[in-house]
């Protein structure tokens, strides 16, 4: 099990860091929960006002340090502009899912492959016991494919009517031992 204690990192390369989130990325955060499609992000967070932006942070920040999940911000040149995270899924082999959230105005800069990378790299090395990361994408999500079959990252299967629209989404898995360790 992944059930230690564990402070929340902070994880830097050139433009991008990956951090913890803080009580003033509220405004950030609603920008880019409103830039989804929908109330695709907003469902994720517990509903759709600055308000409820705010409690999702507030609990994340209180949670911190208690395994077996963590949501971290991603900040380029220092904006916040998204979030990626974690939670474990599976105890023993240990196996933790993540998922991230990109403002659109931020991509195309290379900023998920990076973040993507920083995570990656923590969580093997951090967890000695973690066997697998599997991530879960809209089927109609390319640049997402694409950027996890170049980790080393396998397609699974179709997980049916999985997003709010009904929509399928598709279950990617990595083993410790398939991962592509290359700089982005
Ligand atoms: C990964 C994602 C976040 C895009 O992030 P990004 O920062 O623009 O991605 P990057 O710039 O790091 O590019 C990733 C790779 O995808 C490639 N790519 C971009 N658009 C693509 C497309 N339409 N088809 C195939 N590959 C594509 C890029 O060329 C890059 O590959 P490379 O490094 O080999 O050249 C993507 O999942 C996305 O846009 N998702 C929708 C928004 C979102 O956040 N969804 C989650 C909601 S819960």
């Known amino acids: ?3 230690e204690a564990w402070l929340p990192p902070t994880l830097r390369a050139g433009r991008i860091a990956v951090r913890p989130f803080t009580v003033d990325d509220v405004d950030a955060m609603y920008a880019y929960a409103l830039s989804m499609p929908g109330e695709r992000y907003a469902s994720w967070l517990g509903g759709t006002s600055p308000s409820h932006v705010a409690r999702y942070i507030t609990d994340t920040v209180a949670r911190y340090g208690r395994p077996p999940r963590a949501d971290l911000g991603v ?3 220092g904006q916040l502009v998204g979030g990626i995270g974690w939670r474990q899924v599976w105890g023993a082999p ?3 899912e993540a998922g991230w959230v990109l403002h ?3 991509a195309g800069q290379g900023v998920a492959r990076e973040m993507v990378h920083l995570v990656l790299d923590h969580l093997f090395a951090r967890f000695d016991t973690l066997n697998r990361v599997e991530v879960r994408l809209r089927a109609d999500d390319r640049a997402g494919v ?3 079959e170049s980790f080393g990252f396998v397609l699974e ?3 049916r009517h999985a997003t709010p629209e009904g929509d399928n989404r ?3 898995g990595l083993l410790r031992s ?3 360790v290359s700089a982005p």
């Open 178 to 180: 398939e991962r592509k």
């Open 75 to 77: 900040a380029l040149d």
């Open 94 to 96: 240990a196996e933790l």
């Open 146 to 148: 694409h950027l996890l």
């Open 104 to 106: 659109p105005q931020a």
């Open 170 to 172: 598709l279950l990617f």
């Open 157 to 159: 299967g179709t997980l």
């Open 1 to 3: 099990m992944i059930n």
